[in-house]
């Protein structure tokens, strides 16, 4: 760990003093910039409130002795309308770029319901701009714009004059590895026919290596060369789709030249197109247990009789007091749906799925799921949920298939008989035969899972990752050297 020889306690609290100094400073200024803003014309009130944002993050910086190196200055013109487009290693990253950048940058952000409401606040009177970056987004966030409109108004905002700082990724580097870059910033540049500025943000793994801790340092922030786009525009927020592949495949390239080996994923340079990534699904990329809340909604709705609702929570019970069998539970539970047509109970988890399931995906998997696929790797799902839902998560994902638990048709509806449980060996023994016969490298590929029971297919994976694991599966990951991942909110 980077704090092996620092006290971790000190992280911590070096950690709450930094984010607590700066809403104390944006709290205290704030009656001061809604009144004076009242003496300044509309258009100019969010260049005030840039300004003052810049100052407040440059001295809670130097108070807290995070000093910021800037290297090739001459690459960026503080004059011009151009797009920075930096990595995004941490939540400083914003902070940092604006207080070198200046008030005449507007920021790009994910929406505004993940942001404190002070911050929001502020955000929202610097004319910050905000986009739903996905379905996930799309479903537990309202403030903020779709991703043409937010193309659209970062357009206009550079032809009115202003700079723009946009972090392509679209989302944090959470395990300090580099995200796979999205196609908005060549949007952005190809419909305003302005260049581009990549930007290496470098050192802030050092600064927070972990979530909560922070330690006083320097961080390394390094401008490229301007890249300009290619000279053709269908529309406003309509582009050749071949002209904004390259532009995006430049700026990564051009990134990623900027920043040290070690934000690079092990893979970045792999030609090894036969590889998988294995995923569990409940208490992984989804935050809880999908068919119980599945259940829960269906009970709700009226679609399942109470008493088979109850016999289920009943029988969860006498599994916890080591009464029941888990494989036995599964058994008895996925009874309850002997009789349901194919159909409306495919429909019925599809609507469930869009309306509520969606909402508890655990947020922070996401990009990292999404790297893979645009690396090239197969996506596989290997859940003990029911195949109609499980299949939701791999449509969501966009996965290669989906190894599940299976239950018996007849004449077009459900018996309730399970002729397939996926779970603990069962699992390792699909892993296998799928990946034997699609040709997949199990020693190259890469699995993540959150319980001792998914260890047999684990162990069958090169590179294991472990979700907010319980003690058993802990001591096996210690054991194994499996990366452990605390946090994927």
């Given amino acids: 760990m980077l704090y092996k020889n620092k006290s971790k306690l000190v992280g911590i609290l070096h950690y709450i003093s930094f984010f607590t100094g700066l809403a104390i400073m944006l709290t205290v200024f704030l009656p001061y910039m809604i009144i004076t803003e009242k003496f300044l014309a509309k258009k100019k009130r969010s260049y005030y409130w840039r300004k003052m944002a810049a100052w407040i993050v440059k001295s809670v910086l130097f108070l807290h002795e995070i000093d910021v190196k800037i290297k090739n200055p001459n690459n960026f013109a503080l004059d011009e309308s151009v797009i920075y487009a930096p990595n995004h290693g941490s939540e400083l990253d914003g902070f940092i770029m604006l207080s070198i950048i200046g008030p005449k940058a507007v920021l790009f952000t994910m929406p505004f319901d993940h942001f404190p409401g002070l911050l929001k606040f502020w955000l929202k009177r610097m004319n910050t701009i905000a986009v739903l970056r996905d379905a996930v987004d799309i479903a537990n966030s309202q403030d903020a714009l779709s991703p043409k409109k937010a193309i659209a108004q970062s357009i206009k905002m550079l032809e009115d004059g202003h700079s723009l700082i946009i972090f392509p990724e679209g989302h944090i580097e959470n395990y300090h590895e580099l995200h796979y870059f999205h196609t908005g910033t060549a949007r952005i540049s190809l419909g305003s026919q302005l260049p581009t500025v990549p930007v290496g943000i470098a050192n802030?793994?050092?600064?927070?290596?972990?979530?909560h801790i922070m330690w006083p340092g320097t961080i390394t922030v390094t401008f490229g060369k301007k890249m300009y786009p290619?000279?053709?525009?269908?529309?406003?927020?309509?582009?050749?789709p071949d002209n904004v592949r390259i532009l995006r495949t430049l700026l990564e390239k051009a990134v990623v030249n900027l920043l040290p080996s070690r934000y690079l994923p092990k893979y970045y340079f792999s030609q090894n197109k036969h590889i998988g990534l294995f995923v569990d699904i409940d208490n992984t990329v989804y935050d809880g247990y999908s068919q119980q809340d599945l259940i829960k909604y269906l009970l709700w709705l009226h679609k399942i009789k109470a008493r088979d609702a109850f016999k289920i929570f009943y029988w969860l019970y006498l599994e916890k007091a080591g009464r029941l069998r888990h494989t036995d539970l599964m058994k008895k539970a996925l009874w309850v749906l002997h009789g349901w047509d194919v159909g409306e109970l495919h429909h019925e988890i599809h609507k469930t799925f869009d309306e509520k399931l969606i909402k508890n995906i655990n947020y922070g998997l996401l990009p990292m799921l999404k790297d893979h696929t645009e690396a090239g790797h197969k996506l596989i799902f290997v859940s003990e949920i029911i195949h109609p839902l499980a299949k939701e998560f791999q449509h969501l994902f966009q996965g290669k298939a989906s190894l599940d638990t299976l239950m018996e048709q007849k004449?077009?509806?459900?018996?309730?008989?399970?002729?397939?449980?996926?779970?603990?060996?069962?699992?390792?023994?699909?892993?296998?035969?799928?990946?034997?016969?699609?040709?997949?490298?199990?020693?190259n590929s890469y699995a993540l899972a959150d319980s001792a029971a998914d260890a047999p297919f684990l162990e069958k994976v090169g590179n294991v990752m472990v979700v907010k694991p319980g003690d058993e599966l802990r001591r096996k990951a210690k054991h194994y050297r499996w990366k452990i991942l605390e946090d994927v909110s």
């Fill in 230 to 240: 290619i000279k053709e525009k269908l529309s406003l927020t309509e582009f050749n």
């Fill in 411 to 443: 004449t077009h509806h459900y018996t309730g008989k399970v002729t397939r449980l996926c779970y603990c060996q069962e699992k390792a023994n699909l892993l296998q035969h799928f990946a034997h016969k699609n040709n997949i490298d199990l020693r």
């Fill in 204 to 211: 802030t793994d050092k600064i927070i290596p972990e979530n």
